[in-house]
Structure formats: C-alpha cells, structure tokens
C-alpha cells in the first residue's frame, strides 16, 4: 500500500495546489457575474428607447455590439423608466439579448461615462471572458473605476477586482486612492463588500492604515468578533509579516475558548499569506501546531496546507485529532489521507520491517484507507 501511495503523489499535488492560483476567497460574499461578465456573455447589446407605435415597449436606437435581429422587443417598459427616458432626450436604456431563448434584459440607463465603459469592455470582446479572475490587463482597466461617483461603475470595478487572487489585490492595492478605501470601509452599505477595502488597506504601505489595521484586529479579538475577520487577520499579516502571525497567536491562540468560526477565519488568512509567500510557512506551521494544541478539531482545515507543504512533521498531532474525530468520516478521511502520506515520507528512511510494521499498523485502523 505504501508503495501505491507513493505512486499517487504525482497526481495528487496539482489537485492540492489548485486553489492557491483560483479567485480570493475572502471576498466572497460578492455576487459572481459583473455587469462586464453580462455583457462578454452576450449576444447583442444594444441601446434602446421607447417604441413610439408600440407603447410601453422598447425599439432599438444603436446596436453597441452583435446581431440582434429586427423582431419587436418583448421586454416591458415599466412607468418609471419610461417617464426617465421622456424627460430626457439623450437617455437611453441598455439591453442585452440572449439568442439561445431569446430573452432580453436590462443593464440601466446610460450617462456619458457608463456609455464610456460599456464601450470599453465590448471593444474586449475575444480578449476577455466572461467570469475570468486571472487577466492582469482587465484587472488594470477596470482599478480605476474604484471610487467612481456613478455607484454602478464604483460597484463593477469592486467586483470585478474582489474575485481577483489574492496576489492581484496585493499589486493593486498602493495604487488606489487612500480616501477611497477608506469611504469603502465606512459606508454601511457595503458592510458585507468591505473585505477587498480591508485587504488593499494591508497592502497601502500608509503608517494611518497600519494602525487602523493592528487596532481594529485587537478590537475585534477583545469582542470575539468574526465579522469580516479573515480580511483583517490577512491585513495585519500583509502589515507585520511573522510579527503579525505571532500576535494572530497571542490573540487566539494562547489558551483554550476561541470559537470554531474565530479559529477558521485566522486559518484562512494564514492559508492564504502562506501560499503566497513561502518564507512565511514555517511561521504559519508553528502556529497551526498552537492552535492544534487547545483545539485539535481545527486538524482537517490543516491538512491541505500540510499536504502541499509536505510537512510530515505533524504526524503525532494529526493522528491525536484523527482519534478525536473519528465519529466524523469527511473528517477522517481527511486526516487519514495527510497520515498515509506522512507514514509513506517517514518510511523511507526506514528498514525493511520496519515499514512492514507500519503498513500493518495503518491498515488496522478503516479510517486510514
């Protein structure tokens, strides 16, 4: 079996080191598909106004992009866009229509800069797909856009850089405006948007934003607050380095009685700093063997890491969690997957009957197959 499991390595690495390229989960709540994603996936954009023979409905006055046929739009023009559009001559609606089932939809109402960029992203079309997180160009097109007075646009660019990777947001972050983070932060109507505000307030480099980063995580550790806390613990960690992870230790790991949800989020955040940065790692591991100490129910968000680290040196810990979780399968196979791997590392600097004991060993326990 040991000798499978060493055949099964290659094939498993790339599967475990998948997510450190994928989107910045920190982000996350944000709605997946932006206005650009609506508008690469279309199949005709058009512009559109009031049909004067068909009231209530729309006519096309500029096809922006795609073929969208002369059939009349069924797409009904409600009271109050209608009475926006008669009270103003150069306004028009944006529609996008969708050929598979011949819907259309609408995006708002065009001002100069809105029409500015719907231009802009359909003159991308073949360059940039819709749900894409890793094009650097559109990442730098739309950064600019953070801040903007048309909430619309301030939104797209929001969203569209708070999918990016982590590194993206990194390289990104001393360019914005600091006054613009900071308005992020303190509208309440982004209360669930703030992590990208708080990641790039890391990353400014600015002496007021590092404190504001170091107060507000203690704070929060004070009232055991888990409310946007793996954005701070990440910020504090892109402020300090391996001071930062040591205070993440004096804070929540230094005794017993941290909640499973306070724990999950500072694992996040040391995740996310450790496949970014792997001088950070041994730091990182020292304070997961911490937290395994008070609470060895945290093994199974570990172990990834652990895996991919190829540090086989928590074998003892694991193997203690593994006991305690063992009512728990998605838990044990988890675990029993980083001890197979550890026991097959740590077997081959043994004798013949040595690893012979240890095969014998692992496979007496159903949890370890």
Not at 33 to 43: E, G, M, V, W
């Amino acid at each position: 079996m040991i000798a499978a499991i060493r055949c099964l390595w290659p094939a498993l690495l790339p599967l475990l080191w998948a997510g450190a390229a994928n989107a910045c989960q920190i982000c996350i709540p944000l709605p997946e598909r932006t206005l650009a994603d609506k508008l690469l996936a279309s199949d005709a954009v058009v512009l559109a106004r009031e049909d004067a023979s068909r009231p209530f409905h729309y006519q096309v006055i500029e096809t922006l992009f795609g073929k969208p046929g002369n059939a009349p739009i069924e797409l009904f023009l409600h009271s109050q866009a209608r009475r926006m559009l008669a009270a103003d001559s150069q306004r028009a609606m944006v529609l996008t229509h969708s050929a598979r089932d011949g819907s259309w939809s609408t995006l708002g109402f065009t001002t100069p800069e809105f029409d500015r960029v719907l231009r802009g992203v359909l003159a991308q079309v073949g360059r940039w797909r819709p749900h894409e997180t890793e094009n650097r160009e559109r990442l730098e097109w739309f950064a600019p856009l953070l801040g903007h007075p048309d909430k619309r646009l301030h939104e797209l660019a929001y969203l569209e850089i708070g999918r990016a990777p982590y590194a993206e947001i990194r390289r990104l972050a001393p360019r914005i405006d600091a006054k613009n983070l900071r308005r992020m932060l303190d509208d309440p109507r982004y209360l669930e948007w703030r992590s990208l505000a708080i990641l790039m307030l890391g990353e400014s480099g600015r002496p007021q934003d590092q404190i504001r980063v170091r107060q507000t995580l203690a704070d929060k550790a004070r009232v055991a607050s888990t409310t946007n806390l793996t954005a701070w613990a990440t910020a504090l960690v892109a402020v300090d380095g391996v001071a930062g992870i040591e205070q993440l230790g004096h804070l929540y790991a230094s005794k017993p009685g941290r909640s499973r949800d306070e724990l999950d989020a500072v694992l996040q955040a040391l995740s996310i700093h450790a496949k970014a940065d792997p001088e950070l790692r041994g730091a990182v591991a020292d304070l997961y063997r911490r937290i395994l100490a008070h609470e060895p129910s945290m093994a199974p968000a570990m172990v990834h890491d652990l895996i991919a680290w190829r540090r086989w040196d928590f074998l003892e810990p694991i193997r203690q969690s593994q006991q305690d979780l063992a009512d728990d399968p998605l838990a044990a196979y988890a675990l029993g997957l980083y001890l197979r791997l550890a026991i097959s590392n740590e077997s081959l600097g043994r004798s013949p009957k040595d690893r012979a004991t240890t095969d014998r060993s692992v496979a007496g326990n159903p949890a370890q197959e």
